[in-house]
């Protein structure tokens, strides 16, 4: 016991130290040894415990369930919450999301740290499997993290998995030296779900030949964390650096995303697009050529602009203007994105907006206008970005198409009441 109670103190120690510990108790072997050993913690530690118990009332035996968990909160003396999951369909799935959605009540309400789950080897190598059999790439194979953050109902969970280094095998022996007792759930020798099947009968016919398996697969998931790490890190610096995920036109940048890795480009378009995008999804965007498109799930689309792929949404959405701030230019004329000069006159008939039918702009030099959509191409401007740039006009005229350029109008070089505007609100184009 001493081993182990110090493999769970380590875990502690890794993940911080937290004070108040919420258990996941359901009354089998593994949450009671979790719960035992986490009490024989707090002895030592300041460590302030909990536990919750779902009763989904599937199984004749869920009443009995959770009132041995209250007897074995109340001999420990921890604070015992007992919650009702309200089911529409029998089923794995609707099960979890309920469950972890009252999890999520309840570590709101008593202002936990973390919720620890039960989550042991065995189960690491069982989920690292089913990943497989999914298809799944690193990300799947890490299989279950130590402590991870999940949004569950209305609420967010701090998960911790101490467990993850110690076996069924070991738990239940703490759980008969601790408990002495604990729950059986009868639905786990059911063959009905695939976790089940692989418990009871694939797994002890691959032990027949390769014993510790179980080790191993949990060890792959263990090396897979780590290197994933390195993978994700990189993946968020390309992102902050050549990528924005903000609306009104999420964007990444071509020339440095088609010069990265394969296995990079996976990483930053399944970041980038909707959770709800497919593997084919994510291969076809990686791949768009300049002008092509592609419709994703919810009605989004990814466009190929040639020096941006843009996702377009489905719902369109307009940044707040921001009214840009007015000095004395002083002889300064501004650098044409973020701060533009101009006659103090002229700026007493402008209007601040996007941009409308017929806008026309007279570019420096010129003597005629131009339509603004013939002047953002040349410029080079996204289509999907145009309805979304700040114009300051006079009528029709655009005087400054703020990011991009200015026109004619705004020319006041020897002119004494010229004035120098700074537009500190956010632009399509920028991270």
């Known amino acids: 016991m001493d081993v182990k109670l110090k493999k769970l103190t380590d875990a502690w120690k890794r993940i911080g130290c937290p004070r108040r510990i919420l258990i996941a108790l359901s009354g089998g072997a593994d949450s009671v040894a979790l719960f035992c050993m986490l009490k024989a913690l707090a002895d030592n530690e300041d460590i302030v415990l909990a536990a919750v118990h779902i009763n989904h009332g599937l199984r004749e035996s869920a009443a009995d369930d959770a009132a041995f968990c209250e007897m074995l909160c109340k001999?420990?003396?921890?604070?015992?919450?007992?919650?009702?999951?309200q089911l529409c369909r029998n089923s794995e799935g609707d099960a979890r999301d309920a469950r972890y959605a009252l999890f999520a009540q309840v570590f709101t309400a008593w202002n936990a740290d973390v919720l620890a789950l039960a989550h042991h080897q065995d189960d690491q190598a069982e989920t690292v499997l089913l990943h497989l059999f999914r298809g799944?790439?690193?990300?799947?194979?890490?299989?279950?993290?130590?402590k991870a953050d999940m949004l569950a109902g209305d609420g967010c969970l701090t998960l911790w998995r101490p467990l993850l280094q110690m076996t069924h095998e070991e738990l239940t022996d703490i759980s008969l030296g601790m408990a002495g007792s604990w729950c059986q759930d009868e639905t786990n020798q059911s063959n009905a779900y695939l976790r089940n099947f692989l418990r009871n009968r694939v797994f002890p016919l691959i032990e027949e030949r390769v014993p510790h398996v179980k080790h191993a697969l949990a060890r792959t998931a263990e090396i897979f964390q780590s290197e994933n790490e390195l993978l994700e890190s990189m993946t968020e610096e390309f992102i902050s650096a050549y990528a924005c995920a903000k609306m009104p036109v999420p964007w990444i940048k071509t020339e440095?995303?088609?010069?990265?890795?394969?296995?990079?480009?996976?990483?930053?378009?399944?970041?980038f697009l909707p959770k709800e995008a497919t593997f084919t999804h994510i291969n076809i965007a990686i791949d768009l050529k300049v002008g092509e498109s592609l419709n994703?799930?919810?009605g989004n689309v990814l466009k190929n602009c040639e020096e941006y792929l843009c996702l377009i949404p489905e719902k369109p959405f307009r940044m707040p203007l921001s009214s840009p701030y007015a000095e004395n230019a002083h002889g300064r004329t501004g650098d044409g994105i973020r701060t533009q000069s101009m006659p103090a006159d002229i700026?007493?008939?402008?209007t601040l907006r996007y941009r409308l039918p017929g806008d026309v702009i007279r570019p420096f030099g010129m003597q005629g206008t131009k339509k603004l959509q013939d002047y953002l191409t040349d410029r080079k401007l996204p289509q999907p970005m145009r309805d979304h740039l700040p114009l300051l006009c006079m009528g029709n005229r655009v005087i400054w198409a703020v990011g991009v350029g200015a026109g004619e109008e705004a020319r006041c070089i020897g002119k004494s009441n010229a004035i120098l505007l700074t537009y500190t609100g956010r632009l399509p184009f920028e991270p």
């Not at 420990?76 to 999951?85: N, S, T």
């Not at 790439?137 to 299989?143: A, D, R, S, V």
């Not at 700026?347 to 402008?350: F, P, Q, S, T, Y």
Request: proline share 7%; aromatic share 8%.
């Open 75 to 85: 001999k420990y003396q921890v604070p015992f919450f007992l919650k009702h999951a």
């Open 136 to 146: 799944a790439g690193m990300q799947g194979l890490c299989g279950m993290k130590e």
């Open 256 to 271: 440095p995303f088609i010069h990265v890795h394969q296995s990079m480009k996976r990483r930053i378009m399944q970041r």
């Open 296 to 298: 994703l799930p919810g």
């Open 347 to 350: 700026l007493k008939e402008c």
